[in-house]
Each structure stands twice: as C-alpha cells, then as structure tokens.
C-alpha cells in the first residue's frame, strides 16, 4: 500500500474498508505533523490530544477547509428596548451573548460574577462561557413574541444536532472521540467523505483519533455557520430484521444500534419511508435512520412495493 493513511497517533492504518493496526513503526515514520493555528495562537499535537476544547476548535478549521462549514453568521438577536442592563448584573439574569465573539447571540442567563467584571455565562442548551465581557451582552425580553421565536429557531436547530451526536455518545460526557466523528464523515449519510480527505486534515491539524470533541460547542458553531443546513444532520444507520409499522413507529430486531446494542427495539416516530430500486426501505426517525431488507419485514408496510 504504497499511499497508506494513517491516523495521525500513527496507531491504526486505512486498509480501504476499515482501520487496522499500523505495522511496527510504520505509522510513525509515515506521518508528518504539522502545528496549526486556530485562533492565533500554534497548537501542537499534544495540546490538541488532551483538550477538548482544543480539538473541537481543530475540527471545525477542518470541516471549513473541506468547505464543510463556514465562517460563523453574525446575527444580532431582535432589539428589547423594554429591558435596560444594570452596569453590574446579577446571577440569573437572561441575556443574549455573542457566542466567544464570534458574532452569533445565544440565549443564557449569568451564573457568576468574576473579580474583573466580566461574567460565567451558561448557555440554554448547557454550554457554559466564561469571562464574558459586557461588549459581548445585550438584554433579552422574554416578554417578546419575536425574541422567543428566536431562541426556538436556534435551540431547535441546535437541539436536533445535539440529539443526533448523543446518539454515539455511550458514555455520556458530552464528548465523541474523534475516530467516531471520522466514521460519521466517512461511511454515515447520502454522500460520504473520502477518508483520506478526512484523514489528510486531521494530520495537518494534529486531531489524533482518541482525543475527544465538544459535540454541544461543534452544534453550536454549525448551526451559526452560514453553510449550515437544517437537513444535513448526519443520523446512525441500523439494519433491523422482523421488522413492522404500528402506529407510526417501526418495531423489531436490530443490530448494532450505537445506543441501544443489538436486540428487540421500538422507535421513536417516523419521519420518513423511502424504497430503493431493490425494495430495500430507509426508515427515518428523530435520530436513526433505520435499514429493513426486502424479506425483513414481520408485516410488511402498505405501500411496500412488493404489495403491488
């Protein structure tokens, strides 16, 4: 394999359908790591390893060289002119914050007063900031039709994102490790990423396979980013067997769910059925994408096509 893609720990090696272990110090001679500057400041591979924070910002320079994302939005929220800020604000007062000055307002409410004045914000979605100044706050009317309709659009935007990360977070931190993300690039939804692509910007970057990322910081970004698209949240496909529909829900045996492992499950509602050529059907729910072969029905749906 004379291009071989290795992960940039120089542990595991793209054989072209999976990762397998790199042979004895090949990994390591093969890869060539390269700082990278997020933010101003040079990042080295062992900076990135062990934060999160760190290696969320890495993964979104990597999307936006991929021409996955964007620059962020700037999108002020709707003015409040019925609420004035105090100079000195207290704990629990909402407010909108632009979102590490990135120019994209969130709704959250203060938590904390620091000694220099600025603030520990916690976002509505659990995110939390700190050392916000008051340059980077603006009121917030919760009184107001208009400012509501914009929290909901951004949390319900954020939420779906969130939800579907969760899906392969099995241990519940809130982080994924960076290998799971690459599997979602690289082999989950319509049109898949060439893993080398993937994997040639988590080399440059020093985005090493173990280290974890932000998922709630990455939603976040991605839905302030201006090539964000509601239907472009990337959802776990399951196959399932003795499959059937009741009452909008899909029943049966699946196999390797990321959440639930292997057995009898019931879904959440459906959203959508779609039928390929070979009358295999793609059910969607709220965070799965659910795959039932032409004989893997229990009861097969009205409109399948081997009813007509």
Do not use: C
Request: glycine share 6%.
């Amino acid at each position: 394999m004379d291009d071989a893609v290795f992960s940039p720990d120089g542990k595991w090696m793209w054989s072209g359908t999976e990762w397998i272990p790199a042979p004895p110090n090949q990994g390591s001679q093969l890869l060539n790591m390269q700082d990278s500057v997020i933010g101003g400041d040079v990042i080295s591979n062992t900076t990135i390893h062990n934060d999160p924070t760190v290696v969320t910002e890495a993964v979104i320079n990597a999307l936006q060289n991929m021409g996955l994302l964007g620059k962020v939005v700037e999108q002020s929220p709707p003015p409040s002119p019925e609420i004035e800020l105090a100079t000195s604000l207290e704990n629990g007062v909402r407010v909108f914050v632009n979102w590490k000055d990135y120019g994209h307002f969130y709704a959250g409410k203060v938590a904390r007063t620091n000694p220099d004045g600025t603030y520990l914000i916690h976002f509505d979605d659990g995110d939390v900031e700190d050392h916000v100044n008051m340059g980077r706050i603006k009121p917030l009317d919760e009184n107001s039709e208009e400012v509501q309709a914009y929290i909901e659009h951004d949390n319900e935007a954020e939420r779906e994102l969130i939800e579907a990360f969760q899906v392969f977070d099995t241990t519940e931190t809130g982080t994924i490790p960076a290998r799971e993300y690459l599997r979602i690039l690289t082999e989950i939804g319509d049109e898949p990423l060439p893993v080398e692509d993937v994997m040639s910007e988590f080399v440059d970057l020093g985005i090493e396979l173990d280290s974890e990322i932000d998922y709630r910081a990455l939603a976040k970004y991605m839905v302030a980013s201006e090539e964000y698209e509601t239907d472009s949240i990337v959802k776990p496909e399951v196959v399932m067997k003795d499959a059937a529909i009741k009452e909008n829900a899909l029943s049966g045996y699946a196999y390797e769910h990321p959440k639930l492992g292997e057995g009898r499950i019931n879904s959440s509602a459906i959203i959508s059925i779609k039928y390929d050529e070979r009358a295999t059907a793609r059910i969607e729910t709220k965070n799965t994408v659910f795959i039932v072969g032409p004989t893997g029905w229990s009861e097969r749906p009205e409109d399948h096509p081997f009813n007509n």
